[in-house]
C-alpha cells in the first residue's frame, strides 16, 4: 500500500542552524501540507502547497520557513535559522485531491539545542 | 478560542466496553477527519466524512452537520485501542485549501 514517508525520523540541530525535513507524498497525489505538533500541545497547520505554489499557510510559516518541490517527488521543508521553540514533531501529509482524506507521514521529531 | 473541542481528555475503559469520543467544533466544515496517534507519534486517518455516518471494523463515526458535532464509537474495545484519537476539520471558507484544524485529542487507555 502505498504511504507517505519522511526523513529523517529525528533531527538534533543547534540553535541558529537551517535545517530540511524531507517528505516523499504519494506519487499520484496533488495536495501537500505540513505540520508540526509541539510536545504535549495538538497539531498545527504550517502550509499548503498545490499545483508547484504555496496555497495557504499559517501565522507560524514566517520568512524563516520555506518548501519546496524540488523534482516532482520529493517535498522539502526548510527552517532557515532553527529557534529552541521549533522543536516538534513535523508531519508531512497528502491528498490526490480535493475530496479525498489525507495520507500522513510518520513524522520528523526535530530538537533544537 | 478552539475551533473544535473534544471530549473526553482522557478516557480509561475495560476491556470489552463500549467507547465514544466526542467532538464539537464552531466553523463550517467541508469534511471531518477522526486520526489516530499512536504512543510513537505517527498519525493514521480513521475516517472522513461530511454527512451521516461511516463503520470500519469495530469503528463507528457519525457527524450531525446541523449541530456541529461528531462521534466516534468503539464496540468491544481492545487494550491496542489504546491511543490518542484526534477529531480534525477542513473549514469550509472560500480560502481553505484543505488544511486541518485540529482537536486536542482524547487520550484513551483500554486496560485487559
Known amino acids: 500500500e502505498p504511504e507517505v514517508t519522511q526523513t529523517p525520523s529525528h533531527q538534533v540541530t543547534q540553535m541558529g542552524q537551517e535545517v530540511i525535513l524531507r517528505c516523499v507524498p504519494i506519487?499520484?497525489?496533488?495536495?501537500f501540507y505540513w505540520y508540526r505538533q509541539i510536545l504535549g500541545q495538538k497539531v498545527e497547520f504550517l502550509v499548503s502547497?498545490?499545483?508547484?505554489?504555496?496555497?495557504?499557510k499559517s501565522e507560524i510559516f514566517d520568512d524563516q520557513f520555506s518548501v519546496e518541490r524540488p523534482d516532482g517527488s520529493n517535498f522539502t521543508l526548510k527552517i532557515r535559522s532553527t529557534k529552541l521553540e521549533d522543536s516538534a514533531m513535523y508531519f508531512c501529509?497528502?491528498?490526490?485531491?480535493?475530496?479525498?482524506?489525507?495520507?500522513f507521514g510518520p513524522g520528523t521529531r526535530l530538537t533544537v539545542l | 478560542k478552539n475551533e473544535v473541542e473534544q471530549s473526553p481528555q482522557n478516557l480509561t475503559a475495560q476491556e470489552g466496553e463500549f467507547i465514544t469520543i466526542n467532538c464539537s467544533y464552531s466553523v463550517g466544515i467541508s469534511a471531518l477527519h477522526w486520526l489516530q496517534q499512536h504512543p510513537g507519534g505517527g498519525i493514521v486517518s480513521l475516517f472522513m466524512?461530511?454527512?451521516g455516518k461511516k463503520k470500519h471494523g469495530r469503528l463507528i463515526a457519525t457527524i450531525n452537520i446541523q449541530e456541529k458535532h461528531s462521534s466516534l464509537h468503539i464496540t468491544a474495545s481492545h487494550p491496542r485501542d489504546s491511543a490518542v484519537y484526534i477529531c480534525a476539520v477542513i473549514s469550509s471558507s472560500g480560502g481553505s485549501q484543505g488544511n486541518l484544524i485540529f482537536g486536542k485529542g482524547t487520550k484513551l487507555s483500554v486496560k485487559p
Open positions: 506519487s499520484n497525489h496533488l495536495y
Open positions: 466524512l461530511s454527512s
Open positions: 501529509a497528502s491528498r490526490m485531491s480535493q475530496n479525498n482524506e489525507q495520507f
Open positions: 502547497f498545490y499545483n508547484n505554489e504555496i496555497s495557504e
